[in-house]
């Protein structure tokens, strides 16, 4: 499934995906990150990230897209 699956208006789907580091596990508890959530959200699925369902070949975006998220994950280390 692509991401025009999940941002669809005909077809509402309220769940994220997002993908981060696995840094630890401990019975139930697992440590991640750079996870693109807020404290406290549900978690539903786990899943590993295996490159053959990943992009094939060069993945392509306006500049604008570039540029609107070039600080993103700075800005969201600094606000932790």
């Known amino acids: 499934m692509?991401?025009?699956?999940?941002?669809n208006p005909h077809r509402p789907n309220r769940l994220g995906v997002s993908v981060c580091r696995l840094r630890s596990v401990n019975g139930l508890a697992i440590k991640v990150e750079g996870l693109d959530a807020i404290d406290g959200t549900p978690v539903v699925d786990i899943k590993p990230y295996m490159r053959e369902f990943g992009p094939k070949g060069e993945v392509r975006q306006p500049v604008w897209a570039s540029e609107l998220m070039a600080e993103y994950w700075h800005a969201a280390k600094r606000s932790v």
Not at 2 to 7: A, L, M, P, Q, Y
């Open 2 to 7: 692509t991401d025009r699956h999940h941002r």
